[in-house]
């Protein structure tokens, strides 16, 4: 079992810049890939970003070029890098843990999930 606890949400001015981590806890001794998805109301879950356990890195034409994920391997955490916020980014993200090293952008490939935090960008 693996526990993911998202942090960093909250309110910011279209332009501005947030970042959100993700810590981990329990079976980190197995071989993951990490992401971040995002849900708007009334719509599906979204692929933002991953990183394969191999370091390498996949994000949506969405935020390409704006948002960047990283991990920090000695504490177990993930970050997402968020620059240039649009309104349209508006949602709850969540992080997630996919057992095997290598994401996907299928949501319901992934094993684990946090409990997601709001992120809202005003025009």
């Known amino acids: 079992q693996v526990h993911l606890v998202e942090s960093g949400g909250g309110l910011v001015q279209a332009g501005g810049s947030l970042r959100l981590s993700c810590a981990t806890s329990g079976r980190t001794s197995i071989t993951y890939a990490m992401g971040w998805f995002r849900q708007a109301p009334g719509k599906e879950r979204e692929f933002v970003a991953a990183?394969?356990?191999?370091?390498?890195?996949i994000y949506s034409d969405s935020v390409l070029g704006r948002f960047t994920i990283s991990r920090d391997v000695a504490t177990n955490t993930i970050y997402l890098q968020m620059n240039n916020l649009k309104p349209a980014d508006t949602a709850v993200y969540y992080c997630?843990?996919?057992?095997?090293?290598?994401?996907?952008?299928?949501?319901?490939?992934?094993?684990?999930w946090g409990q997601g935090t709001q992120v809202t960008v005003s025009s």
């Open positions: 990183i394969h356990w191999s370091g390498g890195t």
């Open positions: 997630a843990a996919k057992v095997g090293g290598y994401g996907s952008r299928v949501a319901a490939l992934w094993d684990y």
